[in-house]
């Protein structure tokens, strides 16, 4: 084979054996279960960390069908990872491309969303939604709770359901107060659309903060698994179909080597034999 006759050139061990889909499977199974023991051991890094929050979300199947795709794309993520200068170089390119700081979360975005707020209009808004009717005076119950607890919890329990609707989406501009009051004050329905503008941007950034986490976290176990897994390999001189490809491609379009291995081939094949041609 092409690598078997430049090992050198292509970084492979000389003697190296093909694994066959039953031996890459196993293989793959030996670097999950060395991995998952790592974070059991040492329970406080990252990957352990990452490992924990698939945990919250995914059963062992939806873990080894995610661990399944990561392993078919692993050379692409290889080299977008080495391109990004490492896994935190990843996470950083991937919070980046979500508009959310990286490391943050909802307790963090929803913590400024409440910094932010002007207390003095949300009590003058309690204060008038507690002289209309029913629908406003539940209102006025809801700002007194998140008073009473001003924090993310409260925002979520409480805050949010004034400018939402019970799928989160927001309510129509009409549905904030009721006309009467509106009518009376309406620099309150002003602050009121303005609010609920914030509190939208704000479950969108919560949004973003929940993807960045959980693709991270996806990034970090499965970098961790395929580096166990081409560990494994690499002790046993063991490629696989995906290295025949990737190793080859790599060897041909090598600035360092490629010229050489053309040199070599040149005039010392006579027939190329495609096979499976139509892929």
Request: hydrophobic share 45%.
């Amino acid at each position: 084979s092409l690598l078997g006759r430049f090992p050198l050139e292509a970084g492979v061990s000389p003697h190296f054996a093909l694994a066959d889909d039953r031996q890459s499977a196993e293989l793959m199974a030996d670097a999950r279960d060395s991995v998952l023991q790592q974070t059991i051991d040492d329970p406080e890094t990252p990957l352990a960390q990452a490992a924990v929050r698939i945990a919250g979300v995914a059963d062992e199947t939806a873990l080894e069908g995610l661990l399944m795709e990561v392993s078919t794309h692993r050379h692409k993520l290889a080299r977008w990872i080495d391109a990004a200068q490492g896994i935190e170089g990843a996470e950083r390119a991937v919070a980046e491309a979500l508009g959310v700081p990286p490391g943050a979360d909802e307790t963090s975005i929803l913590a400024d969303a409440i910094a932010a707020l002007d207390m003095g209009a949300v009590r003058e808004a309690m204060g008038i939604f507690a002289t209309g009717s029913v629908t406003d005076k539940k209102k006025a119950d809801a700002i007194s709770a998140f008073l009473d607890d001003p924090t993310p919890a409260g925002w979520l329990a409480h805050f949010q359901w004034i400018f939402l609707t019970q799928k989160r989406e927001p309510r129509a501009q009409k549905g904030l107060i009721t006309k009467p009051l509106a009518d009376a004050t309406p620099h309150i329905k002003d602050w009121l659309i303005e609010e609920q503008s914030n509190i939208i941007e704000a479950v969108f950034r919560c949004r973003a903060a929940r993807t960045s986490a959980m693709t991270c976290a996806v990034l970090r176990l499965g970098h961790g698994v395929m580096a166990a897994y081409e560990a494994l390999k690499a002790r046993h001189a063991l490629l696989d179909y995906d290295d025949l490809i990737t190793r080859t491609a790599a060897l041909l379009s090598s600035r360092t080597s490629a010229q050489w291995v053309l040199y070599k081939l040149d005039r010392g094949l006579d027939h190329i034999l495609v096979d499976e041609a139509q892929d």
